[in-house]
């Protein structure tokens, strides 16, 4: 394994974006309402989880010893919280605008980080000797989901369908934002969790609970607006029904959405011994997609 702490290759930097989601339909891909549906709902799932990155790293920044990497965990922290806002404000100006209700899954992922993966998980006050070891443990999971975000990035780039579909402008600039982020900071939980000590045995049980999570909630969260829009009203989504299940894997064989068989294979790209993000996605390809975001050159013309 290389001896570089650090494998992040440009400095992140915090970009200030503005997104005018008042024009954007709830449809935002023109007849594709299962779609629309199936990513809008990632407006409601990341708010809480990236708030909870923020306060963990910040948390971890004294174990930081190389000063590469802790300027890599500063980035990090301010662009996940610029994340964070951001679709705060795709739940407030676009969610909620088209009168879905996003409150119960809003409260189950607050729950979760407030909770589950809190300090003090369930309320518990654990021993001194197991704080260490359980900051380790939640930084080995965000490793984990950072790389699917990784993925997911990745697919969001390169995916033409959505455009060939003319999907709306300001959801595809979101989505393509964030993923490029993701992308250009995608080594930096990994080389934390392999700096404070994060044993390699640990990423099966994390990459585990990081997968089981991210398509449970994600699957949960779009049934259920799915099931608030009238477009669904003869179909009855459900969670554990076929139409669901089915209508994903023949959007993922249109390219609409990653399939569930490609979630699971990339995501056991973390399990290999030389697995490192760096080989994962392009940095350029990210870069490239920032400089010229529309709302990043918006929002810095306004400065």
Not at 268 to 291: F, G, I, K, S, W
Request: aromatic share 12%; with cysteine; proline share 4%.
């Amino acid at each position: 394994m290389s001896d570089v702490v650090s494998k992040t290759e440009v400095p992140l930097i915090q970009r200030k974006v503005e997104f005018d989601f008042s024009q954007s339909p709830l449809h935002w891909i023109p007849d594709d309402p299962f779609t629309s549906h199936f990513i809008s709902v990632i407006h409601t799932i990341l708010p809480a989880g990236e708030f909870f990155f923020c306060r963990l790293y910040n948390k971890a920044l004294p174990l930081i010893t190389n000063d590469k990497l802790k300027e890599d965990v500063k980035g990090f922290i301010r662009q996940e919280a610029t994340h964070a806002r951001a679709h705060d404000a795709g739940i407030l100006e676009f969610l909620n605008q088209h009168q879905m209700d996003t409150s119960q899954v809003v409260s189950l992922v607050q729950w979760i980080f407030s909770s589950v993966l809190a300090d003090k998980p369930f309320g518990l006050v654990l021993p001194k000797s197991m704080e260490r070891r359980w900051l380790v443990e939640r930084l080995g999971f965000i490793a984990a989901v950072e790389h699917f975000t990784c993925v997911l990035g990745k697919y969001a780039l390169e995916n033409q369908s959505w455009d060939q579909a003319k999907a709306d402008a300001v959801i595809l600039d979101i989505l393509r934002w964030h993923a490029a982020e993701e992308i250009e900071h995608r080594s930096v939980a990994f080389d934390v969790y392999r700096h404070v000590g994060g044993q390699y045995h640990m990423r099966y049980p994390q990459l585990l609970v990081a997968m089981l999570g991210i398509i449970g909630l994600w699957s949960w969260s779009a049934v259920r607006l799915m099931q608030q829009d009238s477009a669904f009203k003869d179909k009855k989504p459900a969670l554990l029904g076929r139409y669901f299940w089915r209508t994903w894997q023949a959007k993922a064989k249109g390219n609409r959405l990653p399939s569930l068989l490609s979630l699971v294979v990339s995501g056991a790209a973390y399990l290999r011994r030389d697995y490192d993000p760096v080989h994962e996605a392009d940095t350029q390809q990210a870069l490239d997609y920032l400089n010229q975001s529309p709302a990043a050159i918006r929002a810095t013309a306004a400065v």
